[in-house]
């Protein structure tokens, strides 16, 4: 079976074209290399002879112009939800044009597509009833999970916005056209080959600050860093892309919400915790009271309805991520502190 991962050397994508090369899969990649680390990314893809195509995904013609794939995985976006606040037509481009390039081509070949969205597709303003207090001074309590028929009605985002756009594209075309998908809407995903930054991948800039002895600050609600999220190791999203694609002549045209759950999540401030303990240092947290409208203070994913559809469910625990990222952070921080 021949697959491109869009986006095939960010973080995710990296780690899933690996992966299903592994299982026997004929994959190539796109990547333009817009994000940081990308291209050493690439180069295990090199040694793994995986074929990237540098270029830009809202390039129309030059994306046309590429062979017929059995499977699309998409995981080519401006991943982080401040840049789009900023960056409004380039986020754009990528996040929504790229999706339509993508269906274009796909009802074109007959290819299959496995989307990779965000629990971002919720409104804002709903999570933040869940967390009523604008300072949050306490621990908060994991009680309400996020299911898919959460509202998405009111403004979620830029970012938000480009991706359930993309979700309501990828169902027009499969209502007109006949096109199969699967919908991921992830949480955050973290591990090995993910360069953090301060507004996408906190999990592995907290780490990277830590073992670098470079400053941090908890940003928002009074800044006591208790804001939650839960956390998927990547190695279990790519176990569920797998039976995803060798399941998908039975299930298809599904959207699933996709995260580590109750069973693993964490605030800034415990997470703060293990970064001193596993790398053995301290270092300078300042508080930011407010934050951007973007900020949630709460997401904790529920993944019933994939569980209940493939038997899935996250098997690595947060500790698990938290240990398998800063192993790869620690091995490689001489070549990281020029991409970090
Ligand atoms: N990482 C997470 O926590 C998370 C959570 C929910 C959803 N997602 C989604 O999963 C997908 C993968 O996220 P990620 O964390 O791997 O992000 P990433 O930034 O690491 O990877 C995205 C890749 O797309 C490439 N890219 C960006 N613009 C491009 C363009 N115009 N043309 C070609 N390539 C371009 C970048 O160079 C990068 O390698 C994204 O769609 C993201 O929205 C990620």
Redesign the pocket.
């Known amino acids: 079976m021949n697959i491109l991962v ?10 899933l074209s690996i992966f299903l090369k592994k299982k026997g899969f004929k994959i190539s990649s ?6 940081k ?2 291209k050493l ?1 690439y180069r295990i893809l090199k040694k793994l002879r995986i074929k990237n195509y540098n ?5 129309y013609h030059s994306f046309q112009k590429l062979p017929k794939f059995d499977f699309i995985i ?7 939800v401040e840049v789009s606040k900023n960056e409004i037509d ?1 986020v754009i ?3 929504l044009m ?1 999706t339509l390039n993508i269906l274009k081509k796909a009802k074109k070949d007959g290819s299959k597509i496995i ?6 597709v919720y409104s804002i303003r709903s999570l933040n009833k869940i967390v009523k207090n604008k300072k949050i001074k306490k621990k908060i309590k994991i009680k309400k999970k996020i299911k898919e028929n959460f509202d998405v009605l009111l403004p979620k985002s830029i ?1 938000g916005f480009t ?1 359930l756009s993309s979700e309501m594209l990828i169902e027009e075309f499969s209502f007109a056209f006949s096109l199969k998908y699967i919908i991921n ?6 591990g090995p080959l ?2 953090g930054k301060q507004d ?2 906190f999990l592995s800039l907290w780490l990277w600050r830590h073992l670098s002895q470079k400053k941090l600050s908890y940003i928002g609600y009074g800044g006591f860093g208790n804001q939650v999220r839960d956390v ?1 190791h990547i190695n279990d999203l790519c176990d569920l892309v797998l039976i995803q694609i060798r399941k998908f002549r039975k299930i298809n045209n599904q959207t699933f919400n996709v995260g580590g759950g109750k069973e693993s999540n964490i605030s800034l401030k415990d997470l703060t915790q293990i970064c001193q303990k596993i790398t053995g240092k301290k270092i300078y947290i300042s508080k930011r009271p407010s934050t951007s409208a973007y900020d949630i203070p709460y997401f904790i994913t529920d993944n019933s309805k994939v569980t209940k559809t493939y038997g899935w469910k996250p098997i690595n625990s947060i500790f698990d991520i938290i240990n398998d990222t800063y192993k790869w952070l620690d091995k490689n921080k001489l070549i990281l502190k020029k991409y970090l």
């Open positions: 869009t986006g095939g050397c960010g973080f995710v994508g990296t780690n796109l990547d333009n290399f817009e994000r680390g990308s990314n270029l830009d995904i809202s390039n998409d995981c080519c976006a401006e991943a982080a380039r481009n990528t996040n790229g989307f990779l969205s965000s629990s971002r970012y991706k809407r992830c949480g955050v995903i973290s993910q360069f996408q991948g998927l």
